[in-house]
C-alpha cells in the first residue's frame, strides 16, 4: 500500500500549469519540522520535499496559504520513470 500523510507548510509554489493532455497541475515544495521518538530517544525531524498537485486538487493547492500548515494526504511515486528522486503527489489536503 502506498499512502502518505504530512502536516507540513507550502514553502514554495509553482505558477499553476496544464500537461499537454491539459490537465491542470502545479508544484510546491513543503516544509516539515516536527519532533519524533527513535529508539526511546527524541529526534528533531526537519525536510523539505517536493510535491504536485494535478486535476481538481490544482486549483486549492494554487490558491492555498503560502507558509500555512496544512495536513496533506496522498502517495509517493518517482520523478519520472528513469529517475530514483520521489515526489509526494497529493490528493488531499485540510488546516492542520
Do not use: C
Not at 500500500?1 to 493532455?21: C, G, K, S
Not at 526537519?46 to 500548515?69: K, Y
Amino acid at each position: 500500500m502506498n499512502q502518505f500523510q504530512l502536516i507540513a507548510t507550502i514553502a514554495e509554489r509553482d505558477v499553476l500549469r496544464y500537461t499537454p493532455a491539459g490537465v491542470p497541475i502545479v508544484g510546491v515544495i513543503l516544509q516539515h519540522s516536527s519532533q519524533q521518538e527513535e529508539a526511546g530517544v527524541a529526534r528533531l525531524v526537519e525536510f523539505e520535499m517536493p510535491a504536485l498537485g494535478a486535476g481538481r486538487i490544482s486549483g486549492r493547492l494554487d490558491s492555498a496559504e503560502l507558509g500555512a500548515a496544512y495536513r496533506f494526504e496522498g502517495f509517493l511515486a518517482r520523478k519520472n520513470r528513469n529517475s530514483k528522486a520521489l515526489v509526494f503527489h497529493i490528493i488531499d489536503f485540510s488546516a492542520a
